[in-house]
């Protein structure tokens, strides 16, 4: 099910931003859609850190063909060997551990998220050892759907909207994200849509997390 204003997202978008416009009409038939599971939402996101699509894609399939469901329990009863063992560096072992006692121990509340703003709800995840501001970003996007998120920390979305709009390229990674970050004031208040048909136009298939 397509979040709720997508289309009004996207007739918005194609008035304000004619490059954007033509991503839009080539990719209309695909939405924003997630796996539906915070903690699974969460997961995707620490596996990806630093490494390629590829990779991380590889890992993931490892990881869910030894976890009997992608649960808070299951995932905490899993001996950290066979966590590394799929791929995991042991930092991220130890990041995956941290998370699930941070569901545990009631740091993290998923069932409160609807209600929470999304600056109290990075505030929470960012309280996570090895969770940072993109991670909660894809949390958002993905889980939340909520409309207007700028995940400036993601490379792929800063590359690809240098390349997309032809921007010449300030030099620092500061400089650049700003540059995304002012253009995006013409993307207001749907940002995570305009974010969204960008990384679609990067991968053949669309991206869940």
Request: glycine share 8%; net charge negative; with cysteine.
């Given at each position: 099910m397509e979040p709720h204003y997508w289309n009004e997202a996207c007739s918005a978008l194609e008035t304000a931003d004619p490059v954007l416009a033509g991503l839009i009409r080539e990719h209309r038939r695909d939405v924003l859609r997630?796996?539906?599971n915070p903690l699974q939402t969460i997961l995707n996101a620490i596996v990806g850190q630093q490494i390629s699509v590829a990779a991380a894609e590889s890992i993931w399939k490892r990881l869910l063909a030894v976890l009997p469901e992608v649960s808070v329990s299951a995932l905490a009863s899993m001996d950290p060997e066979t966590l590394r063992a799929v791929g995991l560096s042991w930092r991220k072992?130890?990041?995956?551990?941290?998370?699930?006692?941070?569901?545990?121990?009631?740091?993290?509340?998923?069932?409160?998220?609807?209600?929470?703003?999304?600056?109290?709800?990075?505030?929470?995840?960012?309280?996570?050892?090895?969770?940072?501001?993109?991670?909660?970003?894809?949390?958002?996007?993905?889980?939340?759907?909520?409309?207007?998120?700028?995940?400036?920390?993601?490379?792929?979305?800063?590359?690809?909207?240098?390349n997309l709009y032809g921007w010449d390229d300030p030099g620092s990674p500061k400089a650049r994200r700003q540059t995304v970050a002012d253009h995006a004031r013409l993307w207001t208040p749907w940002r995570t849509v305009a974010t969204w048909?960008?990384?679609?136009?990067?991968?053949?298939?669309?991206v869940i997390y």
């Open positions: 997630g796996s539906g072992v130890e990041y995956v551990q941290e998370i699930c006692r941070s569901f545990q121990d009631g740091t993290v509340q998923p069932e409160r998220w609807p209600t929470m703003s999304d600056l109290q709800i990075r505030s929470e995840l960012c309280s996570i050892r090895g969770v940072g501001p993109w991670t909660a970003d894809m949390v958002l996007i993905f889980h939340l759907q909520r409309p207007d998120v700028l995940p400036l920390e993601d490379i792929g979305l800063i590359n690809a909207a240098f048909y960008i990384w679609r136009d990067l991968d053949a298939d669309p």
